[in-house]
């Protein structure tokens, strides 16, 4: 009996050029276009697999089974149109990327770099590609919008399993669909970062945002919480939101003004694309390349140990080699991280801008000034009586907003720095400043 041959397992060199410009040209020829893509059976996953976090028992594992046994994060890159445009990246589990770099250990630097430029010119090529396509969506009317932004919230919110040290492959995306799904977001966030008007009417009030059950489309019988999870430790400790909490705090127990404050969930307020599509890239950018720059380290490392297996075709050293060359592509002098060098200082400055207005009418006449920096910045620590806004704000911040902006820029130091000249990183400075007084 012969067998079914499995299916070719997908390359970051497979041309989907074609394809994709096809279903763009499409889509900005006509807004149906658009509507009629957005309300495919594909478009979005289904809920009742993208709200587990319980994948099926599978005999055998391989991309076969991420497909049809994924869930969460995993079932919307495998089971969903854009998902399936932006999974296609440099992987070194992919045999030709694999081929290409096995001999790296003997080849000479400009050969190496050479291939690590032809798949950095396929990742590239594919976010461009993924990018207007979903600019098209974006612009193909207020269903369409509604639709490709609920798509991405799903992408976003549904991958909190790639926070781990280890995440389970049928729980999370891989990190070549959130490498393409930060390029891509850094790419629609671009003009916001540019402009210090548009910067300037980011609110980060959208770290309080708690998506409906229509955005993640459950039932009613399925709980949300939080966008940027209540289980991430702030700057400043609020009293846990939890009901079974409510008598006691989450914080100390001295009485401290951080004891005073609880985070109150916002589902009402409507916030801007401009401010959805930076909170987007800032919560991906978390999920995928700073785990990597984190990550990369240790694979020098093992690098390092297993390099006597490269005379005798190891392939534990073999795989580590593959993998550090993929790294190298997608982080290392990439288009990603160019991106994320101008992203870094503009959010420095956003969120120090919030911590430093003293009311409304400062919030709209405040400007930024050329290099980014805040004009007539006051170095005076707010009192505990006159500060409350400033204790909610950062009673809403992440602990791991400031940690993940100094280690994208800490990586961006050690491997190209000749990029930080891309943009002044004075307000990254300021913002050290102002919260280590």
Partial sequence: MNMPAPPAQRSVFDNLTEPLQALTLLIKADKRFANAATTTPCFLGNPQATHSTTPARVGMFGPPALETSGVAGCHIEHNTLLGRLLRIGASSQ???????????????????????????????????????????????????????????FQAVYFNVEAEKDRPSPLVASSQAFLFNLAGTLLRLAKPIISDPKKLAKVDWNFLRWKPSQEVLGGGEQTTSSFFFPVSCTRLMTPISTDSSSSGSSSGNSSG??????????????????????????????HLGAVQECIRYPHILRSLSRLSAGFEVGDRNSLHHLSLKCTMDASLVCSDLMSDVTLFIPACAASLLRQ???????????????????????????????????????????????????LELLLFVTKSNPKSLSLASLAPVLDLILYLMR
């Fill in 256 to 285: 401290s003004a951080s004891e005073t404050f609880v985070v109150q969930p916002d589902t009402s307020t409507e916030f801007s694309f401009m401010t959805q599509s930076f909170f987007c890239a800032l919560r991906v950018l």
């Fill in 355 to 405: 911590l430093q207005e003293t009311d409304a009418a400062t919030s709209t006449s405040q400007q930024l000034s050329a290099s980014g920096r805040v004009k007539d910045m006051s170095w005076t620590v707010p009192q505990a009586g006159t500060a409350e806004k400033y204790v909610q704000i950062l009673c809403t911040v992440p602990e791991h907003v400031v940690d993940d902006l």
């Fill in 94 to 152: 992919d045999p030709q990327v694999f081929e290409l770099f096995k001999d790296s250990w003997k080849s000479s630097a400009s050969v190496v770099e050479g291939n690590i430029m032809k798949v950095r010119q396929a990742m590239t090529r594919t976010q461009s590609l993924a990018s207007d396509a979903i600019l098209c969506l974006l612009k193909g009317g207020p269903q369409a919008k509604e639709r490709t932004m609920r798509w991405i």
